[in-house]
């Protein structure tokens, strides 16, 4: 167990009293690196070698006065050494040593001056052997004790989610998979964070790996097997006679190792990639990134867009501060007496948080983090007397009460649902370590008591609060990130459940599927003082869905807005993804309503939030009565109407590239009146050629004349009769036509989707031999004069393109 700051620093001053004078230098070089590891609680012989024998970049043969791999590199020279030119020769040596095993630190020395070069953070420090116990943060990395800053593009934990990604393609290819294959990588993220983490004895899982199993790796899964069991074992029901590497592994509760797995099975490339894993410094690996980059490295398709598949800290702070976390502070700042402030922390240990589409846990993690945070500030405030007064603090873990199993979330998936639990107990372990290194004590909760309920299942088929198992008990906030389904995408089973939540089928089925969420949470929060905010796509704040969803939230469970942002668009750095444009919604019952409303407006969308305080927020997002606009079938004005282009339905078989219209025909010369110009927006935008069979005139006997044309629609009608649903099923009784139409003599095209990066929305004219596509939106009977608009519309996609 690492020791508090205040045993470190009387261990210093001891070391530095022992070396305060002239000794046999030669015979006492071990002893004084044995004495300094001791300061900090480190057993030297086991972390650290001396001599190690290594190839000098001259090709000259060198040794290493003490190698820590992976770590550190010590240079020892008599006393009055020139120390500048002991860092060169530390640095000659590097030549020789594996990439994996390259120090992140030298330190040279003359056994009165001390010098240590941090080669990540490119600085050096330098200080008199004497004066050790005013540098000790210098050396946290030896006492546990650092502190790490995580950036969310951070390489170290993509390479970390690649190198997962790689182990988990291998023992599925032998046909390790499923369930077992899924809990068996989380325990191994586990053992690799917990070995640089100070949960377990530093690098003891790595050193298990390399130096007890086998080069070829046919014993590896019977040694990892047998650790899973010891850190699921009591230290005193623990065999007696076991081995001593395996003894030093804690007993870690947590229910995360009691499950039993099948016994996997690893070669020697297997064995690299598990001891690659090793290698990487777990300490600099934020949980609430990887959880999400480490669920993605399971999907090849996500895998190559790795960093596009986790909620940004940023846009999780947009939810959590307007709905909790700013009202947290602003009462702890106005707490000015410690009964108060003890009243205050009571609070905070009885909150209640849950993410009904949790995921890997993003926002729980952040939350959590955050609640923690908060925590600190109060304990600082209640025993500021001690800290004033520089007295020992002992025993810190009694004074914090806030923990994970104030946490619940629902997954759909199990592999997230499992990361997620994980991911909590790795937050709170790096909060703990930040305790420790805050109030000079070492803090840890191994074994774990406490967990987050995450539940592996359908969150719209589950009674929320059924996973709160003490009476009486309510959550106090409900976030998340539901999933982002429009209502034309979702599939049979996930509208099956947004109809189960509405419990009505009357115009809900043009809702996304995330209003499903808003509902179910409505239904829990009357007469309760629980607030909700969640992250959606804006279409729910516009067009039909508005009159629809928030009637119902209206007018059935008397709901209001408390704060919302505007659109805004989704940060992904990722490259190739499609952009998404998002609001948030914040919401409770009317009785509990927040006093000041907060509007979060965007003069720029890719931009910050600018905040404004408004007496009312409407479902459109703006300041404002509740009002909502009905779904007319006639515009207010005498405008004229647009409408779908056509609808195939086809499973592509009434359809044609340019080389399928030639081939057909070739084979089928009659069937050239039959194809016309399909215009779709991707091949509008990009002026790409495209054609359909358009057989609205088609006589019987044509059609059977012409059998690759015939084949083609018998296609169609097995495609129909195949759909699940009645009505795509219909229209088999028709398999020669487009679902829709609609052919006027002449109309105006407008594409429905475009690139954000337009300065305006392109539209085309066309003649009725043109078919519209219903990924267009048209106007019959546009009046324009067709040659001179298209030649206007050639010049526009010139400069469209020049843009």
């Known amino acids: ?29 071990k002893s004084f690196w044995d004495s300094f590891f001791h300061v900090f609680g480190v057993t030297r012989r086991r972390i650290a070698t001396f001599e190690t024998r290594v190839r000098k970049a001259n090709n000259r043969q060198g040794f290493i006065d003490l190698l820590w791999k992976g770590m550190l590199l010590i240079e020892h020279k008599s006393r009055g050494h020139d ?138 899964a019977a040694r990892v097997g047998q650790v899973f069991e010891i850190l699921n074992t009591e230290t005193p029901k ?90 947290l502070w602003d009462e702890f700042r106005k707490t000015d007496s410690r009964p108060q402030m003890q009243k205050f922390h009571t609070k905070l240990r009885s909150l209640l948080f849950s993410d009904p589409a949790c995921g890997c846990g993003n926002f729980l993690i952040i939350a959590y983090r955050e609640l923690r945070l908060l925590e600190i500030q109060v304990v600082t405030y209640l025993l500021k007397d001690k800290l004033e007064r520089k007295q020992s603090i002992t025993d810190i873990k009694i004074y914090f009460e806030v923990d994970v199993d104030q946490f619940y979330g629902i997954e759909y998936e199990e592999f997230p649902a499992q990361i997620a639990q994980v991911a909590m107990w790795l937050m709170d372990h790096q909060l703990n370590q930040l305790i420790s290194a805050t109030f000079g004590d070492y803090y840890v909760r191994i074994p774990l008591r406490k967990s987050a309920t995450i539940v592996h299942g359908n969150a719209l088929r589950t009674d929320w609060q059924s996973l709160i198992t003490e009476e009486g008990r309510h959550y106090n906030y409900i976030f998340g990130n539901p999933p982002f389904i429009g209502s034309k995408l979702m599939s049979e089973k996930q509208r099956e459940d947004l109809l189960n939540v509405f419990g009505e089928k009357n115009n809900v089925g043009v809702l996304d599927y995330v209003t499903a969420w808003y509902v179910k949470a409505a239904q829990i929060l009357k007469n309760l ?64 309503n927040f006093s000041q409303k907060k509007l979060y407006q965007y003069e720029n969308i890719k931009g910050d939030a600018l905040e404004i305080s408004v007496g009312n927020i409407n479902p459109y997002l703006v300041e404002g009565k509740d009002l909502t606009i009905i779904k007319r079938h006639k515009s207010i ?29 070739e084979s089928e010369p ?8 399909l215009i779709s927006a991707y091949e509008f935008l990009n002026g790409i050629p495209r054609w359909c069979l358009w057989l ?37 009784s028709t398999p020669y036509l487009f679902r829709d139409r609609q052919n006027p003599e002449t109309y105006i095209l407008i594409p429905s989707t475009t690139s954000e990066n337009r300065l305006f929305i392109p539209i085309g004219f066309f003649k009725k031999n043109n078919i519209a596509n219903n990924s267009t939106h048209i106007i019959p009977n546009g009046t324009c004069r067709i040659q001179a608009a298209n030649a206007t519309l050639c010049k526009f996609r010139n400069l469209a393109g020049e843009l």
């Open 1 to 29: 167990m690492p020791l508090s700051l205040n045993e470190i620093r009387d261990r210093a001053l001891a070391f530095s009293k022992e070396w305060n004078n002239e000794r046999n230098e030669d015979a006492e070089a």
């Open 83 to 220: 120390l500048d030119r002991a860092y060169e020769q530390a640095k000659d040596y590097f030549p020789g040593i594996k990439e994996h095993e390259l120090p992140k630190y030298i330190i040279v020395c003359d056994f009165e001056r001390l010098r240590i070069y941090d080669l990540d953070e490119n600085t050096q420090r330098e200080f008199k052997v004497t004066k050790l116990v005013d540098h000790i943060h210098l050396f946290d990395f030896l006492s546990g004790y650092k502190r790490h800053e995580f950036k969310e593009q951070d390489p170290v934990n993509i390479k970390a989610a690649e190198l997962m990604g790689k182990l988990h393609d291998q023992l599925k290819a032998i046909g390790y998979d499923g369930h077992a294959l899924e809990l068996y990588l989380v325990r191994l993220l586990f053992c690799l964070f917990a070995d640089d983490t100070g949960i377990f004895e530093k690098s003891i899982f790595e050193d298990y790996i390399e130096l007890f199993t086998a080069e070829d790796g046919n014993d590896l």
């Open 238 to 327: 623990r065999l007696k006679n076991i081995d001593g590497a395996l003894a030093a592994f804690p007993y870690v509760n947590g229910k995360l190792f009691e499950e039993h797995l099948p016994t996997a099975s690893f070669d020697r490339k297997m064995r690299g990639i598990l001891l690659e894993c090793c290698y990487l410094d777990w300490s600099l690996i934020s949980p609430a990134i990887f959880g999400s980059l480490f669920q993605s490295v399971m999907d090849e398709k996500a895998r190559r867009n790795l960093g596009a598949h986790y909620t940004s800290e940023k846009n999780i702070m947009k939810v959590i501060k307007p709905l909790f976390l700013d009202d």
């Open 529 to 592: 003082n629980t607030k909700v905010a969640f992250v959606s796509t804006n279409s729910i704040s516009q067009g039909e869905q508005v009159g629809i969803l928030w009637n119902i939230l209206f007018g059935r469970y008397e709901m209001k807005i408390d704060f919302a942002h505007q659109t805004f668009k989704w940060n992904n750095e990722a490259r190739g993804i499609a952009a998404v444009y998002c609001i948030i919604i914040g919401f409770g019952h009317q009785n509990t």
């Open 637 to 665: 004005c005498l405008v004229p109407q647009m409408s779908f282009g056509n609808m195939p339905l086809d499973g592509g078989n009434l359809l044609l590239s340019d080389k399928e219209k030639t081939e057909l025909i």
């Open 670 to 677: 009659k069937a050239e009146k039959f194809i016309k110009p």
């Open 696 to 732: 609205v005139d088609i006589e019987p006997s044509e059609l059977k004349s012409m059998p690759n044309v015939l084949k083609r629609v018998e296609n169609v009608r097995k495609f129909r009769l195949g759909s699940i649903a009645p009505s795509t099923q219909k229209f088999a």
